[in-house]
């Protein structure tokens, strides 16, 4: 577009950076892969600018040992592509809720001096889409100093709110490269057995809330018996867009966005990302939204559905430690728990493994012991699933 500018060299970026400037990147499986490729090469000549990457899905070049020399990495959430390198405390894992990430730029506590994009081409309207991912973007893109977009024609114009004007844009890298996909493992005998107990505990006409893996998708995929159920969640996958098109889901029950689904994020295949391509029948909105607690109250059946890697015997839930070594963050598993206890009917879930590891060590613990706070109190959520059944522990 004329309206904006083509970057062919980091040197317009270096020159007006300082020395303790803030690179935001786009989030989830909208990071832009050419952008985060030339923070990786362009390292030594930033030496002392940070960056701000949330949940990276695939290998972050900016996290490398050679770029980490120079750069500062910081997460809301670490993902899978800063896995290693969060186990390695080598980034900065900044520990908020995700219905806080958008204040955290509205308040000044987080600001982006260079935002980096992936976005769909320019529309009739002069709007791009930010796609698959909007979470706390809105909010970047409102402080951020300078713009940097790769310019896709694979990512998806989605609804809701995930357009905004083009001329927002100061720097554009033209893309052609497929956006990220998630591929799924299956869901081994132990996960299907979780699944199982989960499906029978949703309700016609719940509104469900569910993350992204194997488990999940083993969880939707057992709910096909089921009618007019709603989606409001974080993150939109390929089981959803499965119980849309069988009508399972209708969102014929849900109060907020009526007859839509509700997300802030996806991740699946290219199949998906062609399904939400301009379909207002799926909304993006921002994270404060999606998982606002005024929000999340008002949905009568509102069914939380999230994942936990230990338990103590007084319900504290930790999903954040293995041991005293952090591999994630809160991320909306509070949210959407608290949501489900205030809402009318409401159900919050909590789904773990009764084993981890080579050793088969009980996920079920005395007493709490990681070195940080629960992830959330044995009294904000209902039920405790494992393969092995449901334990109804709320007001216990």
């Not at 309207?125 to 896709?152: K, P, T, Y």
Request: net charge negative; aromatic share 4%; glycine share 8%.
């Amino acid at each position: 577009p004329s309206i904006v500018q083509e970057l062919r060299s980091m040197a317009p970026l270096i020159d007006a950076l300082p020395a303790d400037a803030r690179v935001v990147l786009h989030s989830g499986h909208a990071q832009p892969p050419l952008l985060a490729e030339m923070l990786s090469q362009h390292a030594p000549a930033l030496h002392g600018v940070q960056v701000l990457a949330t949940m990276p899905v695939v290998d972050a070049p900016y996290a490398s040992a050679a770029a980490l020399a120079h750069l500062k990495v910081e997460s809301l959430m670490p993902g899978l592509g800063l896995r290693q390198a969060a186990l390695a405390g080598s980034v900065n894992l900044l520990r908020h809720t995700v219905f806080d990430w958008p204040a955290l730029f509205a308040k000044g506590d987080l600001r982006a001096d260079v935002l980096m994009l992936q976005v769909s081409p320019v529309d009739a309207d002069g709007r791009v889409s930010l796609g698959v991912s909007v979470d706390f973007m809105h909010a970047a893109l409102a402080s951020a100093r300078c713009v940097v977009a790769e310019i896709n024609p694979h990512m998806p114009d989605t609804c809701g709110h995930s357009r905004f004007p083009a001329e927002r844009i100061d720097w554009f890298v033209p893309a052609s490269h497929a956006v990220q996909t998630a591929k799924m493992l299956a869901p081994d005998a132990v996960d299907q057995r979780i699944a199982d107990h989960v499906a029978d505990l949703v309700r016609d006409g719940a509104v469900i809330q569910i993350g992204m893996g194997s488990l999940p998708e083993g969880v939707l995929a057992r709910l096909g018996h089921l009618r007019h159920l709603g989606l409001h969640t974080g993150i939109f996958t390929d089981g959803m867009q499965a119980l849309m098109e069988s009508g399972v889901v209708d969102n014929s029950t849900k109060r907020f966005k009526p007859g839509v689904s509700v997300s802030t994020m996806a991740g699946g295949s290219a199949d998906l990302y062609r399904y939400m391509h301009r379909n207002h029948a799926v909304e993006m909105h921002p994270c404060d939204v999606t998982h606002g607690p005024q929000v999340l109250a008002q949905m009568d059946g509102f069914c939380a559905i999230n994942s936990a890697l230990q338990v103590d015997l007084a319900g504290c839930v930790n999903a954040e430690w293995v041991g005293s070594r952090r591999i994630s963050l809160p991320g909306g598993l509070p949210n959407f728990a608290q949501g489900a206890m205030q809402a009318k009917k409401g159900l919050a879930i909590i789904v773990m493994r009764s084993v981890y590891g080579p050793d088969q060590r009980s996920s079920i613990v005395a007493q709490w012991t990681a070195p940080g706070p629960p992830t959330l109190l044995g009294d904000g959520y209902h039920c405790l699933v494992t393969e092995h059944g449901v334990a109804h522990l709320h007001g216990l």
